[in-house]
């Protein structure tokens, strides 16, 4: 039978321990900060973008980044995460008329 208590689960990184998902993230936005990008800086599209990895390693390197991706969650955590800004929406062929990036 169990004693009732809940258990908590410790998660180790790079030799941190977190004992849940709010801890990691203050300890991952301390540890990568959103970068600080001037205005005239390179910008890089990042079409199906899931949630933004390519545009961080882009965004590190001095890149702006605009993202577009399908699913709700990953551009929930582009948003969240990156400097650039992803937009939810289903490409197709061809340019939208009137649409400006």
Not at 65 to 74: I, L, N, Q, R, S
Request: hydrophobic share 35%; aromatic share 10%; proline share 7%.
């Amino acid at each position: 039978m169990g004693t009732g208590r809940a258990t908590v689960k410790q998660t180790s990184f790079f030799g941190s321990s977190f004992e849940d998902h709010q801890s990691w993230l203050s300890w991952l936005h301390r540890t990568l900060p959103k970068p600080n990008l001037p205005p005239d800086a390179p910008i890089v599209i990042d079409l199906f973008a899931g949630c933004g990895g390519l545009a961080l390693g882009f965004e590190s390197q001095g890149f702006r980044t605009v993202g577009f991706e399908m699913k709700p969650v990953a551009v929930k955590t582009y948003n969240a995460n990156l400097d650039g800004r992803c937009e939810e929406t289903f490409l197709t062929v061809g340019i939208p008329e009137g649409r400006q990036i």
